[in-house]
């Protein structure tokens, strides 16, 4: 058997990070964060979101030998 697996959320996109803050935002406003200094601050990552492609072609080429 073999896992595998990664630290953060390369699948998440601006607007599935604008839907979490929102939805957190009692607990994260609670915690002493600013939701709305979060929202304006979310950046598009688009090499994020290419390590996912990646990742499969990595284990694409490990399941191979």
Known sequence: PCAWGGQFHPEYNRKIMESYI??????????????????????????????????????DKVRQF
């Open 22 to 59: 929102l939805e957190q935002a009692e607990e994260l406003e609670t915690a002493g964060h600013d939701t709305s200094s979060l929202l304006r601050t979310i950046r598009v990552t688009p090499i994020a979101a290419s390590l996912l492609k990646r990742f499969a072609i990595m284990i």
